[in-house]
């Protein structure tokens, strides 16, 4: 089930831990909201709107991990040769690292619906990028040149 949130979308998913000789679900939510168009929020946990662990993402990088290897350094991702509907999700942090897989077709679906919101390639549009800039050169208001 996908829910519109403000501008943006949500989706709660599965992600298959893979591990040595088991695989372990672990619950999580896709997160795309318009105030930041560029990434997607990926949140664990049984709850995982409250109190889960959350790690942004690019969203063109999950794109481009839906046809082939993408990312470097903590956040990879790729499709299964064997599997149409599988991609794998790696994570690394300092305290270690995890292997996911999830469901391509589901991280594709959200993507689409993601880009009703923001085509792809307009991201920088939808940004306040003038107004946050002149709030920050004129110290929340005050003159910049000091006048």
Known sequence: MINRATPGYTC???????GPQSWTEVPALLSYEIR???AVRITFGDH????????????DLLHAGLDQPAGEGDVRLWPSRTSGDVLFLHL??????????VSRGTVAGFLQLT???????EESSVLQVDGELAALLSNGGADPTGR
């Open 115 to 121: 880009a009703s919101v923001v085509p792809f390639g």
């Open 92 to 101: 690394r942090a300092p305290s270690g690292e995890a292997l996911f897989e």
């Open 36 to 38: 930041d168009p560029f």
């Open 12 to 18: 709660p998913t599965t992600l298959h831990l893979v």
């Open 48 to 59: 995982a709107e409250e109190d889960g662990i959350s790690w942004l993402v690019g969203r």
